[in-house]
């Protein structure tokens, strides 16, 4: 079962995904900066799983979903 933290970071992944294709990952590096930046850890480290999720997606698969829309 995922705990709320892993499913917000899921969800999040896959709307990047959904809304900007192979740039998602860009993108939610910015999120993490800015966190960073702003000295919110907590949100920074779900930045960060996001980016796991989205490198496990891989660049192949995140230019077909984009290319799906």
Do not use: T
């Amino acid at each position: 079962m995922l705990d709320d933290d892993e499913r917000r970071a899921r969800q999040e992944a896959h709307w990047l995904v959904k809304e900007f294709g192979a740039e998602a990952p860009l993108y939610a590096a910015m999120k993490a900066e800015k966190a960073i930046e702003q000295k919110d850890f907590g949100r920074c480290a779900r930045w960060k799983r996001v980016l796991e999720i989205l490198a496990d997606i891989g660049p192949a698969n995140l230019n077909r979903s984009a290319a799906a829309k």
